[in-house]
């Protein structure tokens, strides 16, 4: 078998695929990244090499998300990009003539607006937490429910409570005084969703053209509450794609295809790296006032890349072949 893989490391998740040929995901991963990329990364690549066939060859491998720079070190990435190159391909990929996607993971949401295929706006909210996949987790954990039955169990609610949903503290502090107040459970849910597509819609959203077909992504897309209250909003019908939870390692394992489909060799380190020892570690450089941080990575002892300094004093070195 021979295929892609798509990696995309985020705050929150750790999320791998691998696609055949034909663009087929053929094994997804989601895994908590727990504030160790590397290590979740390693612990990915093991998982879904025991999925995959004996002999299975990788033909590229693309990374993405706030770690891509230092997970394409790690594996030998053959494309490094951001999250909205690698969103918009995979939604544009699994719903073709997509339009708007909206995006909301564990720590921040975005929006991406796309004209005959191409990314002509966006915007990304990485302040705000209300309306985050850790925000909802953080108010299922409160009221002692399962996340996976909290968009089920706000489905049922008949008329949503109004809830401020501008900031996560003034969401929270508000479901207690309606909890207080004595409206049940479901509609208080419904009426938490309504709140957080208004906040995403008056910040992420403001001033976007928002045309369909629309697609929800990421984490969140799971609850079907918050898809049902952006559809109340927008007045149209939005799309949760099969994948919706690892679009990005889709879209990374589109554009690894894409970057090796004129025969380049893959730098693929193979799936061994996933019992290399690795070591991240920094130094000032006094070369001259600028007083840089250098951030160095050292696989099995030896330094493989560095990166943070202003003029290539140090990465030009190391890329010449001189790790001292």
């Known amino acids: 078998m021979k295929g892609y893989l798509g990696i995309d490391v985020g705050s929150v998740s750790t999320n791998i695929v691998f696609m055949d040929e034909d663009t087929n995901v053929l094994e997804s991963l989601y895994l908590r990244t727990n504030g160790q990329p590397v290590v979740a990364v390693q612990r990915g690549l093991k998982q ?11 033909r590229g491998v693309g990374t993405t998300g706030s770690g ?12 490094i990009k951001n999250e909205i190159t690698a969103h918009a391909v995979a939604a544009s990929h699994l719903v073709p003539g997509v339009q708007t996607v909206l995006e909301i993971g564990g720590q921040d949401s975005k929006i991406i607006i796309l004209r005959n295929g191409v990314v002509t706006d966006f915007a990304m909210n990485t302040v705000c937490a209300a309306g985050t996949g850790s925000f909802l987790d953080q108010q299922a954990s409160r009221l002692n429910i399962a996340i996976e039955e909290f968009g089920d169990i706000a489905l049922r609610g008949k008329t949503p409570v109004r809830i ?20 049940n459970l479901e509609d208080i849910l419904a009426g938490l969703c309504e709140a957080l597509v208004r906040n995403y819609l008056n910040n992420v959203g403001k001033g976007k053209e928002i045309l369909g077909p629309v697609v ?15 559809e109340r909003a927008i007045g149209m019908e939005v799309h949760v794609p099969k994948y919706f939870n690892v679009m990005g390692a889709v879209g990374a394992a589109l554009l690894a295809r894409d970057a090796v489909s004129r025969g380049v060799p893959t730098r693929f ?47 030009n070195a190391l890329a010449a072949g001189n790790c001292s």
Request: proline share 3%; hydrophobic share 40%; glycine share 14%.
């Open 48 to 58: 879904i090499s025991e999925k995959l066939p004996p002999h299975t060859v990788v």
């Open 68 to 79: 891509r720079q230092l997970t394409g070190i790690v594996v030998g990435a053959d494309a």
């Open 164 to 183: 401020a949903g501008r900031c996560a503290v003034f969401a929270e502090s508000d479901m207690i005084h309606k909890q207080q107040m004595g409206f």
């Open 216 to 230: 929800f992504q990421g984490g969140v897309a799971a609850n079907a509450g918050m898809r049902r209250a952006f």
């Open 269 to 315: 380190k193979g799936f061994g790296v996933a019992d290399l020892e690795y070591k991240a570690g920094s130094f000032e450089c006094d070369g001259c006032p600028n007083l840089c941080e250098v951030i160095e990575m050292a696989e099995a002892g030896r330094v493989i890349a560095r990166w943070g300094d202003r003029c290539g004093k140090w990465s």
